[in-house]
T-cell receptor, first 114, second 114 residues
Framework: DADVTQTPRNRITKTGKRIMLECSQT?????MYWYRQDPGLGLRLIYY???????NKGEISDGYSVSRQAQAKFSLSLESAIPNQTALYFC?????????????FGQGTRLTVV | AQSVTQLDSQVPVFEEAPVELRCNYS??????LFWYVQYPNQGLQLLLK??????LVESINGFEAEFNKSQTSFHLRKPSVHISDTAEYFC????????????FGQGTTLQVKP
């Protein structure tokens, strides 16, 4: 099983609908992140969480919300989806202790808003 | 503030030829530097990283990158590419205290032709 699992892998939704993307991890890391990938723009940070009680906005948080249900689970919600939120979304984790010095990414969720 | 610029959006190259993917960064503080690779329809995998010490770092599949502090660059090179190296490559930086909060470049698509 993957260390970082995202569900669903693909989703098509209509404008105005609420949608939730889920992420779970088995790395035991405290820190979790949501990124968005757009062609020609690389990945940009939406939200990140240092622990269950610590949620922080990233570069492009408008139109998104998150919930850290447990150390291992971090979900991203689009309250009212719009077409320009069509993108590839990645969840990632990282270690706060310094023992591991890179982020670990899920396989991505391809979201299409029509 | 930090920023990362990948100077080429696409790099076509023939199999067994050498390749260089260029990355420049800007930061007022010390950073860690990373190259991530995204194979078609997959998530991001760490290719290599520079934390400290020797400025030349190598991956297990023949890529290398050299940290040049004076030129604020971290270019990725491989002396002989294979078809299987076809992928999108992302250069990224992080602060020393949070390696999951990454600033990514725009990405470079490496297309290896037979």
């Amino acid at each position: 099983d993957a260390d970082v699992t995202q569900t669903p892998r693909n989703r098509i939704t209509k404008t105005g609908k609420r949608i939730m993307l889920e992420c779970s991890q088995t790395k035991g890391h405290d820190r979790m992140y949501w990124y968005r990938q757009d062609p020609g723009l690389g990945l940009r940070l939406i939200y990140y969480s240092f622990d269950v009680k610590d949620i922080n906005k990233g570069e492009i948080s408008d139109g998104y919300s998150v919930s850290r249900q447990a150390q291992a689970k971090f979900s991203l919600s689009l309250e009212s989806a719009i077409p320009n939120q069509t993108a590839l979304y990645f969840c990632a984790t990282s270690d706060a202790t310094g023992e591991e010095t890179e982020a670990f990414f899920g396989q991505g969720t391809r979201l299409t808003v029509v | 503030a930090q920023s990362v610029t990948q100077l080429d959006s696409q790099v076509p190259v023939f199999e067994e030829a050498p390749v260089e993917l260029r990355c420049n960064y800007s930061s007022s503080v010390s950073v860690y530097l990373f190259w991530y690779v995204q194979y078609p329809n997959q998530g991001l995998q760490l290719l290599l990283k520079y934390l400290s010490g020797s400025t030349l770092v190598e991956s297990i599949n023949g890529f290398e990158a050299e940290f040049n502090k004076s030129q604020t660059s971290f270019h990725l090179r491989k002396p002989s590419v294979h078809i299987s190296d076809t992928a999108e490559y992302f250069c990224a930086v992080s602060s020393l205290s949070n390696t999951g909060k990454l600033i990514f470049g725009q990405g470079t698509t490496l297309q290896v032709k037979p």
